[in-house]
């Protein structure tokens, strides 16, 4: 089985700051990892992907990740946020086979103040 | 074009009635998904078909029914339903290594 840790609820930052969301993971298995963003009463939305290949992954939005096999690590990482990116960011892990179920990280809020 | 839709958006009702929660996908994927999302924005899979066949089915009251016609189409149904099950509905669908795209979500409340 998977598992998954985000271990900051909250991350306020201001802006044209840089900043790093933490995802910490557990599985016996090989993995696949996903980082989503949802905006305020909206649905998720895939910010990158890691299935294989460069540890380094580059997604949406000027967001990119870093897998750390060794630390079981894919933290999260922007070099300046804006004001929209304020928003609640999900790390989830799958196994890299069978059923493929996401287990979810329960969350960062991004604050991004002015 | 949507990609993954869900219908109804909001749904409001009442304690210990029935309503279904309707999911479509146009992508062609052969896996499709149901998660929840509960007030602390916790997001927890239910249940996943592929091809029409349950092959996920997490610990959740058999209040909840999934309903596959076709494998473009899933649907909730909910049975009697109670305070705890208002929550974010969330389907998804995935066809190659795993990367699920997901709805916008169904917001349910229970009064």
């Known amino acids: 089985a998977q598992s998954v840790t985000q271990l900051d609820s909250q991350v306020p930052v201001f802006e044209e700051a840089p900043v790093e969301l933490r995802c910490n993971y557990s599985?016996?298995?090989?993995?696949?990892l996903f980082w989503y963003v949802q905006y305020p009463n909206q649905g998720l939305q895939l910010l990158l992907k890691y299935l294989s290949g460069s540890t380094l992954v580059k997604g949406i939005n000027g967001f990119e990740a870093e897998f750390n096999k060794s630390q079981t690590s894919f933290h999260l990482r922007k070099p300046s946020v804006h004001i929209s990116d304020t928003a609640e960011y999900f790390c989830?892990?799958?196994?890299?086979?069978?059923?493929?179920?996401?287990?979810f990280g329960t969350g960062t809020r991004l604050k991004v103040l002015a | 074009d949507t990609a993954v839709s869900q219908t109804p958006k909001y749904l409001v009702t009442q304690m210990g009635n029935d309503k279904s929660i309707k999911c479509e996908q146009n992508l062609g994927h052969d896996t499709m998904y149901w998660y929840k999302q509960d007030s602390k924005k916790f997001l927890k899979i239910m249940f996943s078909y592929n091809n029409k066949e349950l092959i996920i089915n997490e610990t959740v009251p058999n209040r909840f029914s999934p309903k596959s016609p076709d494998k473009a189409h899933l649907n909730l149904h909910i049975n009697s339903l109670e305070l705890g099950d208002s929550a974010v509905y969330f389907c998804?669908?995935?066809?190659?290594?795993?990367?699920?795209?997901f709805g916008p979500g169904t917001r349910l409340t229970v009064l």
């Open positions: 989830a892990v799958s196994a890299a086979s069978g059923t493929y179920k996401y287990i």
């Open positions: 998804a669908s995935s066809q190659d290594y795993g990367l699920q795209y």
């Open positions: 599985s016996s298995v090989s993995v696949y």
